[in-house]
């Protein structure tokens, strides 16, 4: 089984589980009890709630104060996704870790759970997308388009499994180096954010 393999019905289980209550404030109740798979659901789960929070905030009718304390639950929301993708990011380290990369190995452009971070949105892209193609209440015309898009993601989601599948497969023969580099946010940090540090 490639990691893809491995992912993509995880990511699913995620999304359907977090729709049958669709209520941002459902606690999470994670069917793995640890590993790379406790991970992954604990992903995509904090994105499937980042996905509806950014719909609620975008009513034109919201109370400024809850749009606030909403935009603050995003901001925490991304540092958390940030924080999971580097501990997966972790879990390859450690995996790849006593590989030797060749002498003429060459680097990526972005690191393994990064990809897999996209890989999650797409999950969510592809559910929501299904659900207009699908939905009795549209015109034939929504449906028609929304399909259409649902098609160019179904085929994003193969090739961006393709492209994580041979990227660790790289890492595994030695023809790329796995490397990870933290993302050092500086707008949370208050040794670093001005607005911060000047108070």
């Known amino acids: 089984m490639t990691f893809s393999e491995l992912a993509r019905p995880i990511f699913e289980r995620a999304i359907l589980d977090y ?3 669709d209520d941002v404030d459902t606690p999470m109740h994670n069917p793995y009890a640890e590993g790379i798979e ?12 980042q996905w509806h929070l950014e719909d609620i905030i975008r009513d034109p009718h919201i109370d400024p104060v809850g749009a606030l304390a909403i935009k603050r639950r995003i901001d925490q929301s ?6 999971l993708v580097e501990t997966i990011d972790s879990f390859f ?5 006593d590989i030797t990369p060749q002498p003429d190995a060459s680097i990526n452009t972005e690191s ?4 897999v971070d996209r890989l999650s949105i797409l ?5 929501h997308m299904r659900e207009q193609a699908e939905r009795s209440d549209a015109s034939e015309a929504h449906r028609a388009t929304c399909q259409q898009k649902l098609n160019v993601l179904l085929e994003q989601q193969t090739d961006l499994s393709t492209a994580i599948d041979q990227l660790l497969a790289d890492i595994e023969a030695g023809r790329k180096w796995m490397k ?3 993302q050092m946010k500086m707008y949370n940090d208050p040794d670093t954010n001005p607005v911060l540090y000047s108070k």
Do not use: G, S
């Open 93 to 97: 380290y450690t995996k790849y870790h």
């Open 19 to 21: 729709h049958k209550t």
């Open 180 to 182: 990870v580099y933290k």
């Open 38 to 49: 406790a991970d992954l659901y604990r992903k995509c789960w904090i994105d499937t709630v």
């Open 123 to 127: 999950a969510l892209k592809i559910y």
């Open 112 to 115: 393994p759970a990064w990809a």
């Open 78 to 83: 991304n540092q958390d996704r940030t924080d």
